[in-house]
Structure formats: C-alpha cells, structure tokens
C-alpha cells in the first residue's frame, strides 16, 4: 500500500512585538493569514511579511509557514 501527500491550504503566522508585559518583557501577539496557496515561494512569503509590517508600528519578531498535507492510499 502506497500513500501518496496531497498538500492543502497552508497558514502564514506573523509574530510581533505589541509593548511590554508588567514584569518589562516584549509583549509578542500574532496575526495569521489563511489559504495561502501551498506551492508559494518561501521567500516571497517572507518579503510580503516584511512589507505588510513596515506599514505598522510594530516590530516582526517572527515568520512562520504551516502547511497543512492530506495523506491518501494510492488505489
């Protein structure tokens, strides 16, 4: 039995910096961005992160790509 992947939808999570906690530590939020086509250059992703946040106040602590596989039985 063969199992063949079938890549989905993948999820593009953006960390960031949003002040401090009570104790002085960066206060880190995320925003996600969903259906993201799967088969995208990892380095676009990236650069439209970073022009999406030069728009804002806050600072980009992270970029992080969740890809979502479906795992079928070959017939």
Known sequence: MAVIDKPLTSTLVLKYEDGLTPA??????????????????????????????????HQLTAVILRDSTELVEEP
């Open 24 to 57: 002085g530590a960066p206060r880190i939020k995320q925003k996600s961005l969903n259906y993201v086509k799967p088969d995208v250059n990892h380095a676009d992703l990236h650069e439209i992160a970073l022009a999406l946040f030069s728009l804002t106040d």
